[in-house]
Nanobody, 126 residues
Framework: QVQLVESGGGLVPPGGSLRLSCAAS????????MGWFRQAPGEERKFVAC????????SYADSVKGRFTISRDNAKDTEYLTMNSLKPEDTSAYYC???????????????????WGQGTQVTVSS
């Protein structure tokens, strides 16, 4: 059973940066499209960014475009979300997700992802 593990969350002041990481135990991320989603208390989980299985295509929510970058390192079998110019409204639990089938295309739809991590908290506050 594949388990995804996120890391890198924390408390950061407005304008600061963080890099989230996502790795898999009991499986691999290589060859699978990946996504990041976030969920604030009392709100639905929302799309943040996704990357195609070969790293050749990405997509971002309008709210993070130009500030966040999704990437992957196959040598480390790890996916990243680099977040710059953070705002208080970016405060959320962040979740990485993996599509079920090998070489499935990237997707912005939460229902297209089969495997989820436990989440890592990002708090943007002075």
């Amino acid at each position: 059973q594949v388990q995804l593990v996120e890391s890198g969350g924390g408390l950061v002041p407005p304008g600061g940066s963080l890099r989230l990481s996502c790795a898999a135990s009991g499986g691999t991320l290589i060859g699978y499209s990946m996504g990041w989603f976030r969920q604030a208390p009392g709100e639905e989980r929302k799309f943040v960014a996704c990357i195609n299985w070969n790293g050749g295509s990405t997509s971002y929510a309008d709210s993070v475009k130009g500030r966040f970058t999704i990437s992957r390192d196959n040598a480390k079998d790890t996916e990243y979300l680099t977040m710059n110019s953070l705002k208080p409204e970016d405060t959320s639990a962040y979740y990485c997700a993996k599509r079920r089938l090998y070489e499935d295309e990237r997707s912005r739809a939460i229902g297209e992802y089969h495997y989820w991590g436990q989440g890592t908290q990002v708090t943007v506050s002075s």
